[in-house]
């Protein structure tokens, strides 16, 4: 494996296969290993702390694989542990590597999806506690109105494949409500979260008409294309074989049930023990 460069995706559950599905389907070619926290999943109502010693203990992990670029497909990482990592600890420990994250490549993106100016955003307690999405999207669009909504019910549900049934819709139904009672100028809403995704057909019946649903798969998969063509150092270096690997901290025969709504035909799964550093078939 050491002599493959793969391309990391990491997220704290299920959600960041939403980010992989998009970017497997615009860069097929390349090598993919993709690892979910399962185990210590939701991230959304940790401390800071203790998300970025989550973070980077499973980017290190990636690192040890041979993945010289790893994407954090999960807002709250990428909200509490980005920068920190990106600053403090590549330039010191792993300077030939890179992380990127969800965050700034939305904020640069999510002004073109409103016409009244007005965007709710929706995300874990972490994300929308950081201010991330208020300071790079002002930061990109000064003239936005930007509304916060936390969820903190529907990671759980999604994890535990509670999100299809109608208990679920109490949920939904409540955190739309909230935001929207914020605003009525609302006309797009950003899912924060890349989880949120799968609630998607649950969403629409409780949205109001005009206003869509933003999700960041396709736009975190534009903006890896981008990347790599700017910085050719870094895709000269990757593995074009076209394989997928997949691990998680959590119950592999549960991951690969989830993982094979998107990614169709059998996924076979490691699950990797973090405190102990091995992982077993």
């Known amino acids: 494996m050491m002599s493959k460069k793969s391309i990391g995706i990491f997220d704290s559950g299920y959600g960041g296969l939403t980010v992989f599905e998009s970017i497997a389907k615009l860069l097929p070619d390349y090598n993919y290993i993709y690892f979910g926290d399962n185990a210590r999943a939701p991230y959304g109502d940790h401390s800071f702390e203790t998300i970025y010693q989550y973070t980077l203990e499973c980017v290190e992990w990636l690192f040890a694989q041979g993945c010289p670029l790893v994407i954090l497909a999960c ?10 990592i990106q600053q403090k600890v590549l330039p010191v420990k792993y300077p030939g590597y890179r992380v990127l994250g969800v965050i700034r490549p ?33 930061h990109q669009y000064p003239e936005l109105n930007v509304i916060q909504q936390s969820c903190p019910m529907w990671v759980p549900l999604i994890e535990n494949n509670e999100h299809v049934n109608e208990g679920a819709d109490y949920f939904v139904k409540k955190y739309i409500d909230n935001l ?7 006309d797009a ?38 990347y790599l ?8 270096e990757l593995t074009k074989e076209g394989e997928m690997s997949f691990y998680t901290t959590g119950d592999n025969l549960v991951f690969d049930h989830n993982a094979s ?3 169709p035909g059998e996924v076979v799964s490691s699950q990797v023990r973090l405190n102990c550093g091995s992982s077993k078939k």
């Open 75 to 84: 807002n709250t990482a990428s909200a509490k542990a980005l920068r920190t």
């Open 106 to 138: 939305t904020a640069e993106v999510i002004g073109s999806y409103t016409k009244t100016n007005s965007i709710g955003v929706m995300g874990t307690r972490g994300t929308v506690k950081s201010e991330s999405y208020l300071i790079e999207i002002h």
């Open 180 to 186: 929207l009672e914020k605003s009525g100028d609302i």
């Open 189 to 226: 809403i950003l899912l924060a979260c890349t989880h949120y995704p799968l609630l998607v057909p649950k969403m629409k019946d409780y949205l109001p008409e005009g206003v869509s649903l933003v999700s960041q798969g396709d736009i975190v998969a534009d903006s890896l294309v981008d």
């Open 229 to 236: 063509n700017r910085h050719p150092e870094i895709e000269g």
């Open 261 to 263: 709504i998107f990614f």
